[in-house]
Structure formats: C-alpha cells, structure tokens
C-alpha cells in the first residue's frame, strides 16, 4: 500500500474549492475591448468558441487569412456554428443544413442550389493587435468608444503568452495593480510609487520602482528599471521598462477577459527586445526564453491573488489605512466602464 495514502477531510473543516457562486453578489459586467485568443490560435481555416459575458464567442479565419467573429447561432435554424462549423475559402459553413456565410456575414450559399435566405450572422467588432485578438462588447451595444493601441514596436518578437483562469472579476484584477499595499505582504516586493497616478480618459498610467522587500536599496536591486504601467479600460494592463538587467527593453499585455459572472481568463503576452549588450550576446536565444521566465514569475505571483480573488467579497465601502494604493480614484475611475451609472461599481452583500 502507498504510503501516501490520502487523508480523511476533517469534517469540522469549512475551506473547501472555490466555486463562482462563492463571490455573490457582484460587480456588472464592464464594457469594453477583451482579450479572447492568440492569432496563432485562429489559424488560417480554423474555428474557435470563446467564451465572452457568458455567452459564446465564434471566431474563424478564412484560408486567405481573414479574421471574423460572430455569434454563434446561424440565422437558418440555430446550429451553433462553434460546433461543427467549418471554413471553405473565404465562407464560414454551417454544420446543419451548411449555408454559407461570407466574412461579412451575409448568407451566400444553401447546400440545396437554391437562392440564399436574406439572412445575416451577428458580427462583433474584433482588433487584432500584437498577437491578440480583441473583441469589443458593449451592454448597451454602443460602437467601440476607443482604440486597442500597439504596444510592440517593429523590432520586437512576436510576443509569449500565457493563459489562465481566475476565479475574479476583471476590475480586481486591475485593481491589483494600484493595490500599492498588498505588493509587500502578499508578493514579497517593496515598491515605491514614482509620481501621482494619471486619469486620462480610458487610460490610468502608474509607474513603479521595485524591489524585493527587505533588499538593501544597494547595488544588487539599483539596476531593476522603473516599470510604466497604462491600465486600459478593464480588459487590460501594459507594462512597460527598458533597459532591464542584461539589457532588454520589456513589454507586456496582460489581458483580463471577462468569461463568466466571477469568472475570468487571464493572458500574459510578453516581448522583450535586446538592446545594447544584449544585442551582441546572446540576444536571439535570450529573447525567446527571457518572455516565458517573466511569464512564469508573473504566473507564481498571480498565483497569490488568485488563492485571494477566488474567496473574497467585494467591499463597496473599504476601510482603508494609510499605506494603501488610490483605491478609490482607481473605482471611481472605473466606473465609466459601467454602463448604467446606477449599478456601477455598487452591490455589495
Ligand atoms: S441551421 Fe445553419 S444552415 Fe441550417
Ligand atoms: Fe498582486
């Protein structure tokens, strides 16, 4: 018999798995641009269901390599096209009775030789902007209300990313970043805030100096950058610092998408570019593993939140000490994400 035989729950003990339901009531969905798969997931011909505001997402992309994404029920009668759809040519087909669709939408061809119906699939607006495909949603359907900004200049590699689920709404995770007290305690890092954080419009730009916590401000930790952050909207966070150690300018995307009520997925799309030394030395290998270490470091500190997201309730009324992070410019700047004022950053049990 193995020794490692699996213990007996205590009956007495109440911490169990987190589920969705554990985090009621809660924050409305946002409004905005969202995160819902890599280019290189839709590949020519290919068919994707995401997930998106509780509902599905079908994105395809023609064999010429024209992206689309539209709801996923066909006009005819209803066949999730998600699900057995299938791309010929520039056509997105459907798997019942296999109309066609062109990258517009419009029905074009019956599999029966007859007229189309004048029908048309949903289309949603999408960006497709550093490796990411962004699809806007909007509660009130109102047209996108801003642009998805490239963050890679021409000489960066095309970006690692690294996804993952969360038990969280996307404003704690954003709200993470100007969390300015929980960076010590939970992440071990001691931080100091360069400048007043700046409000403009959809933007909320922060910069930050780091540092392990506890490190002398001495040698070791001096050459660590000032990491510039522009959170966009609810859907995203970009971070930039040049001239890292080993010399490397870094950007990263991380992209939070609300999939479900509580539920959301999470992207962290990193490029880093060699300069200077780094440029002579070991810039081609280093340039593709540096992506998936910062990766994998941001992954164990989410980690952290996540175990912290994943229980909490949201607290319309935070009592808050000094040492704490502008919570509350940040929630009343979110607040125009929100599309009806009245329940905006609000419910609270
Ligand atoms: S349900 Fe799509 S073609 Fe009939
Ligand atoms: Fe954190």
């Given at each position: 018999?193995?020794?490692?035989?699996?213990?007996?729950?205590?009956?007495?003990?109440?911490?169990?798995?987190?589920?969705?339901?554990?985090?009621q009531?809660v924050?409305?969905?946002?409004?905005?641009?969202f995160?819902?798969?890599?280019s290189?997931?839709?590949r020519p011909?290919?068919?994707?269901?995401r997930r998106l505001?509780?509902?599905?997402?079908?994105?395809?992309?023609?064999t010429?390599?024209?992206?689309?994404?539209?709801?996923p029920f066909?006009?005819?009668l209803?066949?999730?096209?998600g699900?057995?759809?299938?791309?010929?040519?520039?056509?997105?087909?459907?798997p019942?009775?296999?109309f066609?669709?062109?990258?517009e939408?419009?029905c074009?061809?019956t599999?029966?030789?007859?007229?189309?119906?004048?029908?048309?699939?949903a289309?949603?607006?999408?960006?497709?902007v550093?490796?990411?495909?962004?699809?806007?949603?909007?509660?009130?359907?109102?047209?996108?209300?801003?642009?998805?900004?490239?963050?890679?200049?021409?000489?960066?590699?095309?970006?690692?990313?690294?996804?993952?689920?969360?038990?969280?709404?996307?404003q704690?995770?954003?709200?993470?970043?100007?969390?300015?007290?929980?960076f010590g305690?939970?992440?071990?890092?001691?931080l100091?805030?360069l400048?007043?954080?700046?409000?403009?419009?959809h933007?909320?730009?922060?910069?930050?100096?780091l540092r392990?916590?506890?490190?002398?401000?001495?040698k070791?930790?001096?050459?660590?950058?000032?990491?510039?952050?522009?959170?966009?909207?609810?859907?995203?966070?970009?971070?930039a610092?040049?001239?890292?150690?080993?010399?490397?300018?870094?950007?990263?995307?991380?992209?939070?998408?609300?999939?479900?009520?509580?539920?959301s997925?999470?992207?962290?799309?990193?490029?880093?570019?060699?300069?200077?030394?780094?440029?002579?030395?070991?810039?081609r290998?280093?340039?593709?593993?540096?992506?998936?270490?910062?990766?994998?470091?941001?992954?164990?500190?989410?980690?952290?939140?996540?175990?912290?997201?994943a229980?909490?309730?949201?607290?319309?009324?935070?009592?808050?000490?000094?040492?704490?992070?502008?919570?509350?410019?940040?929630?009343?700047?979110?607040?125009?994400?929100?599309?009806d004022?009245?329940q905006?950053?609000?419910r609270?049990?």
């Open positions: 018999m193995s020794r490692w035989r699996r213990r007996e729950r205590d009956p007495r003990d109440t911490a169990r798995a987190p589920s969705p339901d554990d985090r009531p924050l409305p969905y946002p409004n905005g641009w995160a819902v798969a890599t290189g997931e839709v011909g290919r068919v994707l269901t505001k509780g509902e599905d997402v079908v994105l395809y992309r023609t010429s390599g024209r992206l689309s994404v539209v709801r066909c006009p005819h209803g066949a999730h096209l699900h057995g759809g299938t791309v010929r040519g520039d056509n997105l087909v459907c019942f009775h296999q066609q669709f062109d990258p939408g419009t074009v061809r599999a029966y030789g007859t007229p189309p119906p004048k029908a048309r699939l289309t949603l607006d999408f960006r497709e550093d490796d990411l495909v962004f699809v806007w949603s909007h509660a009130e359907g109102r047209a996108p209300q801003w642009e998805v900004e490239t963050l890679l200049g021409p000489d960066y590699p095309a970006p690692h990313c690294t996804p993952r689920s969360l038990l969280a709404h996307p704690d995770v954003l709200e993470n970043f100007v969390d300015i007290g929980h305690p939970l992440h071990g890092l001691s100091s805030v400048g007043d954080p700046v409000y403009e419009g933007h909320l730009k922060v910069a930050y100096g392990p916590a506890g490190a002398k401000s001495g070791r930790y001096s050459t660590l950058p000032t990491m510039r952050l522009t959170i966009e909207g609810l859907g995203a966070v970009l971070v610092a040049d001239d890292m150690k080993f010399g490397f300018d870094l950007r990263a995307r991380i992209c939070v998408t609300p999939v479900d009520i509580n539920q997925d999470l992207r962290v799309s990193v490029a880093l570019r060699p300069t200077g030394a780094g440029r002579r030395r070991v810039a290998v280093a340039a593709t593993l540096a992506p998936k270490v910062f990766a994998r470091a941001a992954a164990a500190d989410t980690k952290r939140d996540a175990a912290i997201w229980y909490s309730r949201y607290q319309e009324q935070p009592r808050l000490a000094q040492g704490d992070g502008p919570i509350m410019p940040f929630r009343r700047w979110a607040r125009q994400f929100y599309g004022p009245a905006a950053p609000a609270t049990g």
